[in-house]
């Protein structure tokens, strides 16, 4: 059965899914700068979502009709509980659900994430439990757990499960994002798609600036997709078609932005005033007196406070 993905154009970009940062309101930013080909959620946790049901994924998975497509990434081990879960989420009306097995942090990794990398069964199992909610599963993942050696091994055990999608976060668990992605495996990687599942689309993430930076890897080596993650903090605007010439006003235009999305959906995410304070540095940059500016933004309250800040600094 066709899916979402087989609909889109070569290559196409994702904004890559980041913990407490692309939420409903950070992605709406992002559509508004330059929107990628497909949206990711945050990840959620399976386990969690089948013993404290909406309370444990806390707002990660909220959307909206106008983010399409969009795909509920999941992670956990055990596969009745992805099972329930991706059911859960084909009810919610997600065009996919990607799995989760490269996230480094020690939460994920007692019971998921990259830790999954270690357990070929387990990673098995899941990803057969998440086809029986009928949506195209892809799967995100890094080269190894502990070294780059692991990575034909590993990948090859999930281009055999017939996903629709492969994203490869150029980096092992061990490196985190400590050292410069191993882009040079890319066309080994490729190949080995090509050879094994060449029906699964190969996404490339890992130290990826920008569309003309995605464009130039992809046309390189022939990858199917790009994902950017850490490059929208540098540059919002990453996955625009328009020239990269963005001024100080075009920042602090997308900053009231921000802060008109957070008021309105700050019901739906519960997420406190205080989580918004990591994303001032995107905007606030690059001009005489910035850094001082930015700690005021630091100290305030609430988006009341930051607009008038912006006001009386005549931003």
């Given at each position: 059965m066709k899916s979402f993905w087989d609909t889109l154009?070569?290559?196409?970009?994702?904004?890559?899914?980041?913990?407490?940062?692309?939420?409903?309101?950070?992605?709406?930013?992002?559509?508004?700068?330059?929107?990628?080909?497909?949206?990711?959620?945050?990840?959620?946790?399976?386990?969690?979502?089948?013993?404290?049901?909406e309370r444990a994924i806390a707002g990660r998975l909220v959307k909206t009709d106008d983010e399409y497509p969009i795909v509920a990434q999941i992670w956990g081990g055990e596969p009745g509980d992805m099972?329930?879960?991706?059911?859960?989420?084909?009810?919610?009306?997600?065009?996919?659900?990607?799995?989760?097995?490269?996230?480094?942090?020690?939460?994920?990794?007692?019971?998921?994430?990259?830790?999954?990398?270690?357990?070929?069964?387990?990673?098995?199992?899941?990803?057969?439990?998440?086809?029986?909610?009928?949506?195209?599963?892809?799967?995100?993942?890094?080269?190894?757990?502990?070294?780059?050696?692991?990575?034909?091994?590993?990948?090859?055990?999930l281009l055999e499960q017939n996903i629709a999608a492969l994203t490869i976060h150029l980096r092992t668990k061990k490196e985190m994002s400590k050292v410069p992605a191993h882009h040079e495996l890319i066309d080994d990687i490729k190949q080995l798609r090509d050879d094994i599942a060449p029906h699964t689309l190969l996404i490339i993430n890992g130290d990826v600036r920008d569309r003309a930076h995605g464009l130039e890897l992809a046309e390189r080596s022939g990858v199917d997709g790009v994902m950017i993650g850490?490059?929208?903090?540098?540059?919002?605007?990453?996955?625009?078609?328009?020239?990269?010439?963005?001024?100080?006003?075009?920042?602090?235009?997308?900053?009231?932005?921000?802060?008109?999305?957070?008021?309105?959906?700050?019901?739906?995410?519960?997420?406190?005033?205080?989580?918004?304070?990591?994303f001032f540095k995107i905007y606030i940059r690059d001009f005489d007196g910035a850094s001082e500016l930015r700690d005021m933004f630091m100290h305030t309250k609430s988006t009341t406070e930051a607009r008038l800040l912006l006001k009386n600094s005549k931003l």
């Open positions: 154009e070569k290559p196409f970009f994702i904004l890559a899914p980041m913990e407490a940062v692309t939420d409903v309101v950070f992605r709406h930013v992002i559509k508004k700068a330059g929107s990628p080909d497909v949206f990711f959620t945050e990840f959620a946790n399976a386990t969690g979502w089948v013993h404290a049901g099972a329930a879960f991706a059911q859960y989420c084909a009810a919610q009306k997600f065009d996919g659900i990607d799995i989760n097995m490269g996230c480094p942090a020690k939460s994920a990794i007692k019971s998921g994430g990259s830790a999954l990398i270690l357990k070929p069964e387990v990673a098995i199992a899941s990803i057969a439990a998440a086809k029986t909610a009928g949506l195209p599963v892809s799967v995100k993942t890094r080269l190894g757990y502990s070294t780059t050696e692991e990575w034909r091994s590993w990948l090859t055990t850490r490059g929208v903090f540098a540059n919002p605007f990453a996955f625009s078609q328009l020239p990269d010439e963005h001024t100080k006003e075009s920042l602090i235009e997308l900053l009231r932005y921000h802060l008109d999305m957070y008021d309105l959906y700050s019901d739906d995410t519960s997420r406190p005033y205080d989580t918004l304070k990591r």
